[in-house]
């Protein structure tokens, strides 16, 4: 098993930022990608950012390429998410998912998921 847990949301105005992690803990070993998702009051599960643990490779969502940054601390197990130049667009509640196989944009893939953080930003 592979507990996620998430921090950092919070109210922020729009053009503000915010750094949102991920500490995994158990079985970290059997997870290859960690990724961020996002929800929206009403709307479907948004993929937002990966990594990969080993590969060093990074993913990013349409909607934040340029604005958001992913990066990890293996000896921390810890993802974070750099969010900058926020919109009201970007508030939901974001979640951390991880599972072994490849990178994938469909939240439907992950098997282990974090209880979420809130993110609300302000126009």
């Given at each position: 098993?592979?507990?996620?847990?998430?921090?950092?949301?919070?109210?922020?105005?729009?053009?503000?930022?915010?750094?949102?992690?991920?500490?995994?803990?158990?079985?970290?070993?059997?997870?290859?990608?960690?990724?961020?998702?996002?929800?929206?009051?009403?709307k479907e599960?948004?993929?937002?950012?990966?990594?990969?643990?080993?590969?060093?490779?990074?993913?990013?969502?349409?909607?934040?390429?340029?604005?958001?940054?992913?990066?990890?601390?293996?000896?921390?197990?810890?993802?974070?998410?750099?969010?900058n130049s926020?919109?009201?667009?970007?508030?939901?509640?974001?979640?951390?998912?991880?599972?072994?196989?490849?990178?994938?944009?469909?939240?439907?893939?992950?098997?282990?998921?974090?209880?979420?953080?809130?993110?609300?930003?302000?126009?």
């Open positions: 098993q592979v507990q996620l847990a998430e921090s950092g949301g919070g109210l922020v105005q729009a053009g503000g930022s915010l750094n949102l992690s991920c500490v995994a803990s158990g079985r970290t070993v059997s997870t290859n990608v960690v990724a961020w998702f996002r929800r929206a009051p009403g599960n948004e993929f937002v950012a990966a990594v990969t643990w080993g590969g060093k490779r990074t993913y990013y969502g349409d909607s934040v390429k340029g604005r958001f940054n992913i990066s990890r601390d293996n000896a921390r197990n810890t993802v974070y998410l750099q969010m926020l919109k009201p667009d970007d508030t939901a509640i974001y979640y951390c998912a991880s599972y072994r196989g490849d990178f994938s944009a469909y939240a439907g893939a992950y098997i282990y998921w974090g209880q979420g953080t809130q993110v609300t930003v302000s126009s």
